[in-house]
């Protein structure tokens, strides 16, 4: 880990903290010195992280459920920063899409999120902060990707919203390119390999992005006290070409 960020004597909640950028960014907050709370729906795995850094708990945080927000809240007690990762991919021709689909994905990136502030805010710490993910489809249109890239250009608006409506708690995004987080290891070798290949093309960089890329960005975003409703893009500078 690079970046400099302190975060000793701070409760941070990671929601789909579990698996892949959420888990690795749970162990970045551990290792800069947080307390870590690992919030998913599956709590086995949360639980199993949680065993594994040394001073992190578990809770079971289903973001669709606002029961489970509710409960998960009064379970973690006063955070400092909370990091939400859940996404629904409906990544089908706008001729297949499917209002079902439509609403998922909406609810993870947008409703969930609204409805975690609602009932965080009252509990986060002075100099705290909400970041929340984005993507970097929103800004390059592609089929079939019109639902993904709607609901992730939709975060840039609601953490400005929220910017203001929740001061001084401070709410960002971070808006990802391809990242080989592990999101992507079912593809296959050789589908994979093509995947990151063909991402590495397509930026300047001229790379792929690496867990690291993200942490770094999240950490720094936590400690960044003057810096709020902002979207930083982590993606190799893929949405300028």
Known sequence: ???????????????????????????????????????????????????????????????????????????????????????????????????????????AKVVGPLLLAKHLAPVMGEGGSLTLFSGVTAWRPAAPYTVMGVTNGAVQFLAAHLAVELAPLRVNAVSPGIIDSGAWDGLGDDAKHALLTGAAAANPVARAGRPQDVTDAVLWLMGAGFVTGETLHVEGGARLV
């Open 1 to 107: 880990m690079t970046t400099h960020t302190s975060l000793n004597g701070t409760r941070v909640l990671v929601v789909g903290g579990a698996r892949n950028l959420g888990a690795a960014i749970s162990r970045a907050a551990a290792d800069a010195g947080a307390h870590v709370v690992v919030g998913a729906r599956d709590l086995d795995r949360a639980q199993a992280l949680a065993t594994q850094l040394p001073d992190a708990q578990a809770v079971h945080l289903d973001i669709t459920d606002e029961a489970s927000i509710v409960a998960a809240v009064a379970a973690t007690g006063p955070l400092d920063h909370v990091v939400v990762l859940p996404t629904a991919h409906h990544n089908v021709p706008v001729t297949a899409v499917q209002r079902d689909g439509v609403l998922a994905a909406l609810e």
